[in-house]
Nanobody, 118 residues
Framework: QVQLVESGGGLVQPGGSLKLSCAAS????????MDWFRQAPGKERELVAT???????NYADSVKGRFTISRDNAKSTVYLQMNSLIPEDTAVYYC????????????WGQGTQVIVSS
């Protein structure tokens, strides 16, 4: 089992910044990918950004140039730096760790709320 704990959410004004963290613990497998998803009220959960243990990253078009995903593999932690926030970024943000080779495994965190509002 792997446990994921997100933190860093909150209320921020449009144009502001927040940095989310997601710390993994337990039986962490490797190689892996760590993803950030978000889910706004009444909408489906969407993939925001991905970072693999190989160093590859990928972003949704809606956040390219504004969000940066990074990892500290020694701390088993993934971060999401969010800049130039807009109201449409308001959502619950979730992290996920998943296997990228071998048997399929994935674990989710409990989510952290981000509200962008003046």
């Amino acid at each position: 089992q792997v446990q994921l704990v997100e933190s860093g959410g909150g209320l921020v004004q449009p144009g502001g910044s927040l940095k989310l963290s997601c710390a993994a613990s337990g039986s962490i497998f490797s190689p892996n990918a760590m993803d950030w998803f978000r889910q706004a009220p009444g909408k489906e959960r969407e993939l925001v950004a991905t970072a693999t243990s190989f160093g590859d990253t990928n972003y949704a078009d809606s956040v390219k140039g504004r969000f940066t995903i990074s990892r500290d593999n020694a701390k088993s932690t993934v971060y999401l730096q969010m800049n130039s926030l807009i109201p449409e970024d308001t959502a619950v943000y979730y992290c996920r760790i998943r296997s990228i080779v071998g048997p399929s495994k994935n674990y989710w965190g409990q989510g952290t709320q981000v509200i962008v509002s003046s």
